[in-house]
């Protein structure tokens, strides 16, 4: 069947793999990434799949409303997956109003317009709201955030991310916007930008510089490979029920520590140095102000639901991931240039 998708944030991490799973696997359909460009966007990501005909790139910023609404009167969409945010807690930290702006405003802008375009006939329409578990806060050692679990964010991108969810089911509410939303764990995978904890881990051992350990490493997380991600996202714009949520997990909790040794590990090997060289890069720095200690997603519901079960084992995505890293030394050295430099040392240099 033919169908116009927007698919926002696709130059990011995740969005380049939605991306690129629709294009590959739906010709019929007209994909086209909406995304302003930020530092944390970037279109060699999307090499592969750039000259598709079935690819369009749109530069757009999503909270400016008129270029949004010009995009909808273009296009005719028939469906939004809406990845474009804001996406790390410690640039949260430093600069929480971004955040507002677009996790917030830009996410209600896409609504806005969506509504606007689709208010005559939402038969067929769908707009998909990706979000993350961080909008639930913060679990003790126990227990899982179920799609029943109450928000409570704590860091000011979750704030905004929560906010941006209950637009989303305000819009469905009041609206009856054909609506559907899911909350995932982190992610990770290649294409990461080296700002979050795995690619920057991998980018300092390979460069034997220190790895920062927030704390005592204590905190835990719970894992998933991003392609599962990917795939997790086209089953539920597919065959998700309207105005649900699905939480999307791996059952993969590591402690922050753990993951990082498994890592030197796996780089000790890669790079052929002696067994335990890359650990002793691990250096302990100063907490994240309001740092959640555990995340732990249950993803039961998209599983009975609707079949969808991660592919692999989190040791073999480690892997594929380092492997990434290593083969692709220039894509690293493009986004690590540059205004990266100076992220660096503002976030690190304190602690
Ligand atoms: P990312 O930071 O890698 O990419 C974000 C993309 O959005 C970039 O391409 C950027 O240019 C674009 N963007 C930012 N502001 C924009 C604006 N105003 N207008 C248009 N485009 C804009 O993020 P990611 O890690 O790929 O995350 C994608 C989505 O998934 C986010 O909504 C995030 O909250 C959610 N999520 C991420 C994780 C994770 O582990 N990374 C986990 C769960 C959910
Ligand atoms: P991150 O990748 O920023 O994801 P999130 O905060 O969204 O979970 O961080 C993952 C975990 O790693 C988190 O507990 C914070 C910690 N961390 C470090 O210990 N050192 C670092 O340099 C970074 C970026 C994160």
Not at 132 to 160: H, I, N, Q
Not at 223 to 230: G, Q, R, T
Request: net charge negative; charged share 25%.
């Amino acid at each position: 069947m033919k169908k116009t998708l927007l698919i926002t944030g696709g130059a990011g991490f995740i969005g380049s793999h939605v991306i690129r799973l629709f294009v590959n696997k739906y010709p019929a359909y007209t994909i086209v990434n909406g995304d302003a460009l930020t530092y944390a966007g970037n279109l060699e990501n999307l090499a592969d799949v750039k000259d598709r005909p079935n690819y369009i790139f749109e530069k757009v910023d999503i909270t400016d409303e008129n270029a949004v609404n010009a995009l909808f009167e273009k296009y005719q969409f028939d469906g939004v997956i809406h990845l474009a945010a804001e996406s790390h807690v410690d640039r949260s930290i430093l600069d929480p109003l971004a955040f507002i702006r677009t996790n917030v405003l830009g996410t209600a802008v896409l609504l806005n317009a969506a509504r606007k375009y689709w208010k005559d006939n939402m038969e067929n329409k769908r707009f998909y709201h990706v979000s993350t578990d961080e909008v639930f806060g913060s679990l003790g050692e126990e227990g899982f955030f179920t799609e029943e679990t109450a928000y409570d964010p704590r860091s000011p991108y979750s704030a905004s991310k929560a906010s941006s969810d209950h637009f989303v089911k305000a819009y469905y509410h009041t609206y009856h916007l054909p609506v559907v939303l899911s909350n995932c764990s982190n992610n990770y995978g290649s294409n990461h930008f080296p700002e979050k904890l795995i690619p920057l881990a991998i980018h300092n051992i390979k460069n034997n510089k220190p790895v920062p350990v927030y704390g005592k490493g204590e905190n835990v997380r719970d894992w998933l490979f991003v392609e599962d991600h990917a795939r997790a996202i086209d089953t539920i714009f597919h065959n998700g029920r309207l105005g649900e949520t699905y939480n999307i997990g791996g059952f993969n909790e590591w402690k922050n520590i753990d993951l990082i040794r498994l890592l030197c590990q796996v780089m000790d090997r890669k790079l052929g140095r002696e067994d335990g060289t890359s650990e002793k890069l691990i250096t302990f720095v100063k907490d994240r102000a309001g740092h959640d200690l555990r995340y732990a997603i249950d993803a039961t519901k998209l599983n009975k639901e609707l079949g969808w079960a991660p592919s692999l084992q989190f040791e073999e995505g480690l892997e594929k991931t380092v492997d990434w890293y290593l083969a692709n030394e220039e894509w690293l050295q493009h986004v690590t240039s540059g205004a990266y430099q100076q992220y660096y040392n503002e976030q690190y240099q304190q602690r």
